[in-house]
């Protein structure tokens, strides 16, 4: 008996284990939001544009950051010398100016965001690059950033940056949102933090580095496509609302 009780408790925790990975990479088609989403913020570089367009193992070679240094590359400078933090900074916008030069929109990125507009959801951008970068992502849109179909977009210039929820909260506050009727999409667990501390939402755009940030994410989606058909379903239409 007491063999077939230990059993008989493998095979509950199996059971609570194989629940548990599957929260672990929830997918659009199984998550339901507690509410209609009003609102969607997003990260720029690998969400809304492909992934891997900046060297960033080349911008640590170049600035001294030792490749086991944890810290994200502008915690690394900012923790330097002043005398030495223009130069770093210089050394970050000539390697992200390069990147530029190779950025491409992600396949869906129209889709989605026209879905948002017929919908009625505000948009945000919140990003770490520069707003120069910002500029160079609305010039592959064909807008300027002063037609942007984006309320806010928001670049390094604002502090404090991702991870930190300041952005995000900033424009849910000017959008007059619950935080938890808002989503933060990217591609990297400082997007999946600035959504969960600001109390919103998240979804992760997978591709092929990131798995590892899936459970931090309310779902998971393959591709702006999914997200798109996924925001159809569960946006709140502010049109209608007003």
Same mark, same amino acid.
């Given at each position: 008996a007491p063999h077939r009780g230990r059993r008989a408790a493998s095979a509950h925790m199996l059971r609570i284990a194989v629940?548990?990975?599957?929260?672990?990479?929830? &997918?659009?088609?199984?998550?339901?939001?507690?509410?209609?989403?009003?609102?969607?913020?997003?990260?720029m570089d690998g969400t809304l544009t492909e992934a891997g367009q900046i060297d960033f193992a080349a911008i640590r070679r170049r600035i001294g950051q030792d490749v086991d240094d944890r810290?994200?590359?502008?915690?690394f400078i900012e923790a330097q010398?002043?005398?030495?933090?223009?130069?770093?900074?210089?050394i970050v916008e000539e390697e992200e100016a390069a990147g530029r030069r190779?950025?491409?929109?992600q396949p869906g990125l129209w889709d989605l965001l026209r879905r948002c507009s017929d919908l009625g959801?505000?948009?945000?951008?919140?990003?770490?690059?520069?707003?120069?970068?910002?500029?160079?992502f609305h010039e592959l849109l064909g807008v300027s950033v002063a037609a942007s179909p984006? &309320?806010?977009?928001?670049?390094?210039?604002?502090?404090?940056?991702?991870?930190a929820p300041d952005p995000l909260l900033h424009i849910i506050k000017e959008w007059n949102m619950s935080p938890s009727s808002v989503i933060m999409t990217g591609d990297h667990v400082d997007d999946l933090q600035c959504g969960a501390d600001a109390g919103a939402m998240t979804c992760?755009?997978?591709?092929?580095?990131?798995?590892?940030?899936?459970?931090?994410?309310?779902?998971?989606?393959?591709?702006?496509?999914d997200l798109e058909r996924w925001l159809a379903t569960h946006a709140q239409s502010q049109q209608r609302r007003s």
């Open positions: 629940s548990a990975g599957r929260r672990v990479m929830r &997918s659009a088609s199984t998550f339901f939001p507690p509410k209609g989403v009003t609102g969607a913020a997003f990260d810290r994200d590359i502008l915690t010398p002043e005398h030495e933090r223009e130069e770093m900074l210089a190779e950025t491409r929109l959801v505000p948009m945000g951008l919140i990003t770490r690059n520069s707003f120069a970068a910002v500029e160079h984006f &309320s806010h977009c928001i670049a390094r210039e604002f502090l404090p940056r991702k991870p992760l755009v997978k591709n092929d580095h990131n798995e590892e940030y899936a459970s931090r994410a309310s779902f998971v989606v393959e591709t702006l496509q």
